[in-house]
């Protein structure tokens, strides 16, 4: 230890919700002018921590002490006061303000708005030259990327005059590129004395930023280690409590007969906006093709359409016949019954019915089916029977399908849906995002049950906005930008850097001279 | 989680709210200088004191398990049917045109066609806002009310213009003929030994309610469509990832619950006036509201809440007709209920959660 007071040190925190713990006795120094990682699986107890420092929740148990001083923090206003700010994974900007206005919101002079914005801007001015933390500040924010949203975030807490910024999931919408500038302006920060406490589940921006790193597991502090003395292999045992594959353990792929045909697609959201122009692609019997891409570049509606749950226009042949895109077999029930299964993005607001038991989920999309009627009635027995023959062969826990949905872990949601979409022996599978939320440990459960569908000759369409997931597990990826294929690459020659280029719609020569 | 045990959800909370209403009653009758207790004991004494009593309670009840029933079935969907009022009086329709121009041979028969009548004229008045969301996107909560009213302007029209018999100054239609007379409860009950008061309301229509609750609770939680009605009131894009229509299921929801306040209509048009009078639904089906909330859209609390209901009225009339105190604050004492039952819950709920967690620690 230098002599020199935490920035942040918190002693034998515990939170419980009802008879979940979700901190136990946690205690965590974090040094001044530092960069914290705090890794975890989903549900570890990262983001009740972190509420706890912005005064979301109170702590039944413990202290927090800010630069030596012990501190309550009952409000986020106390916790902007003792100069904590936070940046959340989901921004809170106001979509019609300017990025000005958005900086000064809760934080005006007066009752007259002139002097506040002029000293903001000021403010903004200086801020942008320290930080490399460039915004127009009289941008609408509707009208900016993610990348510039989170630097106005960012901006937000300076603003305020923060010494400590906390980041919950920083990175997820945001592409290799614009992660890696975000980890520039953090250098900074730490450069001028800031202190940094990063929030996430990738192990590659652990390794990549942060000067020491605390692991939570089930609301424990397991460890906390310096970065440069650790690994990733260690890291990911630390979160999950057991050695883990990182990679995906595959055989070469046997490419078969052509099953689905996509050409020439195009979809005109609600609003008028066209969310496809013009998509060609192709999958056939035995391989996976991974759609690379930032989120909201058309791959859900992509997936949507294949799925049966929005309409639109173009060609698409499933083993050689079209599908309906428009009419009467154009839904979810008429495209089970051309053989392609739906694991949907998400799977808490489509693919599953969060109030119904756990035994009712495993028909969902598939009630109607002989199987599961009687007569009049549906067939609570044979449901029942059902779902539990599929709970001990994905292995989900807790084993018991009377339990409603949403008492079930991410990764055990996704393998209930995971369970009732591919025991339909689908010739066509449909995965988006099928480990969003899911813990280490059942993502390579999914992983390897998604490879064995693929050798065992089916078709499966990947939709994934992590890059590791995409090229670990496709045989072929195709990039998606604004709507449009940017081409396609086999994983063996490509990297991150060149798909993270392709996501962000640079072309070849532009990837060329950049 | 579950944070309370379902006992308490079902049984524990809304004793709390009832009981809420009832001591807030008692201090507004208290304000007005009468005795609470002694209000309390006259609304019992009225309503389950005798048979006779019984006879009147039962029949309110009848009417609030068809409407009550009829907003279940559609909050199950997740649509806000406010419009039992107007579909149990189309239902009158229903029952008058089969009772007044079809001479039947016996009242079963009758009471077969009548409930079809009811049924088809409150589902069809049910599947027009229905239509109306499901293509158009216009609130079923705005639509059902304007259709309240509609109904109100129909049924005066025809009742006036084409049902009045010559020569009558009233506003209804002829009395049905005898074949088309529904046995009371009275009748029922008098012939298998028990004795029961006659010259009151409640009729065979009863047993029709009791078995409407069954048939929902099957509808509901046993058969395909109920599932595919359930999921969709739950998560409208998970349904329609699982293919299911939202337009099907929007006029299906609706019709059914439509149909269930337009059975309403055998009871009191066909079993009690045995004529179609004006307004004859007298608010039940904006009780029935109530009655679903408090009987949390489960066949069987809408059977106990409508009972309770049932007991408010026919007590209501007693204190009314016993007491000083007026009839207006009768309609306090309902409001308070539905106030503490439906909307005020979650002030009850909230320290009940509360107290469970702290004895589960405790444990």
Request: charged share 20%.
């Amino acid at each position: 230890m230098n002599g020199l007071a935490p920035a942040i040190e918190l002693k034998g925190i515990s939170k419980a919700f009802g008879p979940v713990q979700a901190n136990k006795d946690i205690s965590i120094r974090v040094m001044p002018g530092t960069i914290h990682g705090i890794i975890g699986e989903n549900g570890a107890g990262k983001s009740t921590l972190m509420s706890i420092l912005y005064g979301f929740y109170k702590a039944d148990a413990g202290d927090v002490f800010i630069s030596g001083q012990k501190t309550a923090i009952p409000d986020s206003q106390a916790a902007i006061a003792a100069g904590i700010g936070m940046v959340f994974q989901h921004f809170k900007l106001v979509e019609n303000f300017t990025v000005l206005e958005n900086v000064i919101l809760g934080a005006e002079d007066g009752a007259r708005l002139g002097p506040s914005l002029s000293k903001a801007r000021k403010q903004l001015t200086q801020l942008a030259a320290d930080y490399e933390l460039n915004v127009d500040p009289d941008a609408l924010i509707e009208n900016i990327g993610v990348g510039m949203q989170q630097r106005v975030e960012i901006l937000k807490a300076l603003y305020r005059e923060a010494d400590i910024l906390i980041l919950d999931e920083p990175t997820g919408v945001l592409t290799p590129a614009e992660a890696d500038h975000l980890f520039r302006i953090l250098e900074g920060l730490k450069a001028q004395g800031k202190t940094i406490i990063l929030i996430t589940h990738k192990l590659r921006e652990i390794m990549e930023v942060t000067d020491t790193v605390s692991v939570m597991r089930r609301g424990e502090m397991t460890a906390t280690v310096k970065t440069s003395e650790t690994s990733p292999q260690e890291l990911a045992e630390l979160m999950v409590g057991r050695k883990v594959l990182l990679r995906v353990d595959k055989k070469p792929a046997e490419p078969k007969d052509m099953v689905l045909e996509v050409d020439n697609l195009e979809v005109v959201d609600s609003k008028g906006v066209k969310r496809l122009k013009g998509i060609s692609l192709n999958v056939r019997a035995g391989e996976i093709l991974g759609i690379a891409g930032v989120a909201g570049n058309g791959q859900s509606e992509l997936l949507e359409v294949l799925g049966g749950v929005r309409t639109a226009t173009g060609m698409i042949r499933v083993n050689g016949q079209p599908l309906d895109l428009t009419g009467k077999l154009s839904d979810g029930r008429s495209r089970r019954e051309r053989g392609i299964a739906h694991v949907p993005e998400d799977r808490q607001r489509e693919g599953l019915i969060m109030d119904f038991a756990a035994w009712e989920n495993v028909a969902f999309g598939y009630h109607h089916e002989d199987e599961y009627n009687a007569g009049l009635l549906m067939d609570q027995a044979a449901l029942k029977e059902d779902a539990a023959g599929k709970f001990t062969r994905f292995d989900v826990r807790p084993d018991n399908p009377m339990l409603e949905a949403k008492n079930f872990s991410g990764g055990n949601q996704q393998k209930i849906v995971l369970a009732r979409e591919i025991e339909r022996n689908p010739d066509l599978l449909l995965v988006g995002q099928p480990t969003r939320g899911v813990d280490i440990g059942a993502i390579e459960f999914i992983h390897q049950r998604i490879v064995e569908l693929r050798d065992a000759g089916k078709a499966i369409l990947l939709v994934s906005v992590e890059l590791e997931e995409i090229l670990s597990l496709s045989d072929r990826i195709a990039v998606i930008f604004d709507g449009q294929m940017m081409g396609e690459r086999l994983p063996s020659e490509t990297d991150e850097k060149e798909l993270g280029l392709m996501m962000a719609g640079m072309t070849g020569q532009e990837r060329e001279a950049s | 989680m579950q944070v309370i045990p379902r006992w308490a959800d079902i049984v524990l909370i809304p004793a709390i709210n009832l009981f809420l209403a009832f001591f807030i009653s008692g201090l507004v009758i208290l304000a007005i200088g009468e005795d609470p207790f002694e209000a309390l004991k006259l609304m019992v004494d009225g309503a389950l004191g005798s048979t006779y009593g019984w006879g009147f309670t039962l029949y309110y009840a009848t009417n609030f398990i068809f409407t009550g029933l009829a907003v279940a079935v559609a909050f199950h969907a997740a649509l806000f049917n406010i419009g039992g009022e107007g579909q149990a009086a189309l239902g009158g329709l229903g029952v008058a045109l089969m009772c007044l121009f079809i001479p039947w041979p016996h009242w079963t028969i009758a009471l077969i066609a009548a409930s079809f009548g009811a049924a088809a004229f409150g589902a069809l008045w049910a599947t027009i806002p229905a239509y109306l969301q499901a293509k158009r996107g216009s609130h079923v909560v705005i639509t059902t009310i304007m259709f309240n009213f509609i109904a109100a302007a129909l049924l005066n029209y025809v009742l006036v213009n084409l049902l009045r018999p010559a020569g009558t100054m009233d506003p209804a239609s002829a009395k049905f003929p005898d074949a088309a007379s529904l046995p009371t409860l009275s009748d029922m009950l008098n012939a298998i030994g028990i004795p029961f008061a006659a010259r009151t309301p409640a009729n065979i229509t009863l047993i029709i309610a009791l078995i409407a609750c069954v048939a929902v609770y099957y509808l509901i939680w046993r058969t395909k469509l109920g599932y595919q009605l359930r999921a969709f009131g739950k998560s409208e894009p998970a349904a329609r990832y699982a293919g299911i229509s939202s337009v099907k299921i929007i006029m299906i929801a609706m019709a059914i619950s439509g149909g269930l306040a337009g059975l309403m209509a055998i009871n009191n048009v066909m079993g009690e006036a045995e004529r179609l009078i004006l307004n004859s639904v007298e608010g039940a089906g904006f009780i029935g509201i109530a009655v679903a909330l408090m009987g949390r859209s489960h066949p069987f609390g809408v059977l106990l809440a409508a009972i309770l209901f049932g007991f408010l009225y026919q007590g209501g009339a007693e204190l009314a007709l016993w007491t000083s105190i007026p009839r207006d604050l009768v309609v306090v004492i309902q409001a308070l209920v539905i106030l503490f039952t439906g909307a005020l819950d979650g002030m009850v709920r909230a320290p009940v959660e509360r107290i469970f967690l702290m004895m589960r620690k405790g444990a």
